[in-house]
Each structure stands twice: as structure tokens, then as C-alpha cells.
């Protein structure tokens, strides 16, 4: 399972012991606004049983990274990916509130693709945003993620469809910054 370094950040597999960070991200509702409605523990504990076992390239469930504060140790998101096909991969993150606009996202993502592209053998990745979730479009834009395009009404959320909006970033065309 690997384990990305970063100058600030440690991103490692997501453990049995990190159920109780996962469950409070997942119960934000700030965090979750554009991700899902609420749902029961149950739910979640699902979700979170699904991304824990064993992931190499090439696995059909989510490689779950635990971001952390390489000196305090303290949990600031999750991020990873998920085969979609062979050599495409879909990317994910989600950041506490109070880890926000700090530039973890940005770091981890970099970490991500990095890793997606050399060992994880990826040509292409993707990304999903419910419309209106700047903060991720930014980001994913800073990383050098395009959007390709905008799915009307393409997920129930909050009581009515939401858009989604479509990126893609090309292993050719990634370019780390830093």
C-alpha cells in the first residue's frame, strides 16, 4: 500500500483506528454540502470498511489516503483514487473545516497524481464536482485538472438535481508545481 510524502503532509492507508476522523468528516455538513445528504453511522461505516482493504494499481475499490500534519500526526482529509478503467482513475478529497485554504488539498492532490501517473501507471485522470463547489474546481485547476464538460441534473442532492462538473488532467500533460 504507499504511503506519500510531502514537505508538510504524511498521506497514508486509511486504518481501523482512523474510523472515528472518518465518521466526523463524514457527519460535517459543511464538508459534505456538495458531497452527500447526511446518512446514518451505518452508512458511513459501509463506506468507510469498503476503502479498508489492501490496495495496489489496479484494484476496483478506493485507494483512501489519511492526510496528516507530518509533525503533529493530526488527520486533516482523506484523498485518493479509483480505477475507472485500466489506465484512468478517478481522484477524490475531502479536508476538515478547519484544514481548509491551507494548502493541504493542493499538496496531497499534487502527491496523488504524482504517484497515479508513475507507479500507479495511469494515463489519464478524472475528477467529479457537484456545480458550485468552487473551492474544488480551484483546486483541481491549480493542479492542472480542465473541465471537460458539465452533466445537467446528474445528482440528487439536498432535495433536488444538482450538476456535476467533469474534469480531466492527461499524464502528458501534468506539470508539478511547486
Known sequence: MPMLNTSRLECSPLVDADWPFFLAL???????????AHRPPEAIREAFEARLPVWSPGCEHWLCLVVR?????????????????????????????????KGYGLESLHAVCRYAFTAGG??????TVTAGNSASKRLLEKVGFVQEGELREAFWLDGRWQNDWLFGLLHHEYRETR
Open 26 to 36: 463524514q457527519q460535517d455538513q459543511q464538508v459534505m454540502r456538495f458531497v452527500a
Open 69 to 101: 500534519d507530518s509533525e503533529t500526526q493530526t488527520p486533516l482529509g482523506v484523498t485518493g483514487y479509483i480505477h475507472r478503467e485500466p489506465d484512468c482513475a478517478e481522484v477524490g478529497f475531502l479536508f476538515a473545516s478547519h484544514a481548509q485554504g
Open 122 to 127: 495511469i494515463r489519464r485522470l478524472v475528477a
